[in-house]
């Protein structure tokens, strides 16, 4: 059967494994799908062997997905866009590089959650890698402004620089959100802030008359953040496992021609928000 797997460092939280062998078993594909731990810096080596051993495809996860970028010798647009891959399929001496994330965040807010986002404000917190790659797919989505907010308020200005001309897009840094008026209709919270317990420097009032509060990372529970937007009424509270799902779900699509459900993974691997 052709082999896939999930490479990373560390590895072995990854869902990964569970979801593809999950949706192998739904669309009866035969295939095999393992996780590999690259040491730090061996992600090439590692890899030329996998490919060697008749690989077909990989999941990137960190801190290798610059490292996938730059392996690849062909890229899609929204590899290209995000300057990472956290997808790729070997075609003979073909390495193509995919990034699904942004695309998945996209499908779980406006497909599992039913938000829309097109004539919406919404907000982005952070503009690491992980927003980065939902810069674009939200801009798809014809938001009415899509609002950046960083600490550094230098990386917002070099983010919106790039995207320039692609929508609405406006960078500001998180002092200045307190003079809202209204508040925004999605927030994402983008940072790594949650992953150490702490909560970006974010005025309560952003969540005014939110309907979406979605956190990236997943598997933390009720972060700070969550718990902000529930102290101020957020009625949708959401944590990256269903966009996990979905960019899963779109690799497996891309490598194998069929399109898995996603609702009984997402519904198997949810942790409560409690
Ligand atoms: P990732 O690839 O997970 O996005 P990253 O590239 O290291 O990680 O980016 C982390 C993002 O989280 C950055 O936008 C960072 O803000 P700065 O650029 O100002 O450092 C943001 N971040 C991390 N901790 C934060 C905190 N406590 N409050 C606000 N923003 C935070």
């Known amino acids: 059967s052709d082999r896939y797997a999930v490479i990373g460092n560390p590895i072995g939280f990854s869902k990964s494994p569970l ?28 890899v030329d062997q996998f490919r060697t051993e008749g690989a077909k495809g990989l999941n990137i996860t960190a801190p290798f997905k610059l490292d996938a970028f730059a392996y690849a010798n062909e890229l899609s647009e929204s590899a290209d866009r995000a300057g990472a891959a956290n997808c ?3 075609e003979g001496d073909r390495i193509i590089a995919e990034n699904f994330d942004g695309i998945g ?3 779980d807010i406006t497909v599992n959650l039913g938000v829309k986002m097109a004539g919406r404000r919404v907000l982005m917190l952070g503009v690491g890698g992980a927003a980065r790659g939902a810069l674009l797919p939200f801009l798809r989505q ?20 790039e995207f320039a001309g692609c929508g609405p897009l ?7 959100l307190a003079d809202l008026a209204e508040g925004y209709d999605v927030v994402v919270n983008a940072t790594s802030a949650s992953l150490r317990g702490e909560m970006p420097p974010l005025p309560g ?9 979605y956190e990236l990372a997943y598997g933390k529970g009720l972060t700070p953040f969550l718990q902000a937007a529930r102290a101020e009424g957020v009625a949708k509270l959401a944590d990256g496992v ?13 490598w194998r021609g069929v399109r898995p459900g996603t609702a009984q993974v997402i519904a198997e691997l949810t942790v409560p928000l409690s």
């Open 19 to 46: 979801i593809h062998s999950t949706f192998a078993k739904m669309t009866g594909q035969d295939l095999v799908y393992e996780a590999i731990e690259a040491p730090l810096g061996g992600f090439n080596a590692r």
């Open 88 to 90: 790729l399929k070997f």
């Open 105 to 107: 965040l996209v499908r």
């Open 142 to 161: 014809e938001p009415s402004e899509l609002v950046l907010v960083n600490r550094t308020l230098s990386k917002a200005v070099a983010l919106a620089e």
């Open 170 to 176: 406006i960078v500001s840094g998180y002092a200045e």
């Open 205 to 213: 009032n952003v969540f005014r008359g939110s309907e979406l509060a």
């Open 242 to 254: 269903g966009m996990l799902v979905e960019q899963a779900a779109e690799a497996f699509a891309w």
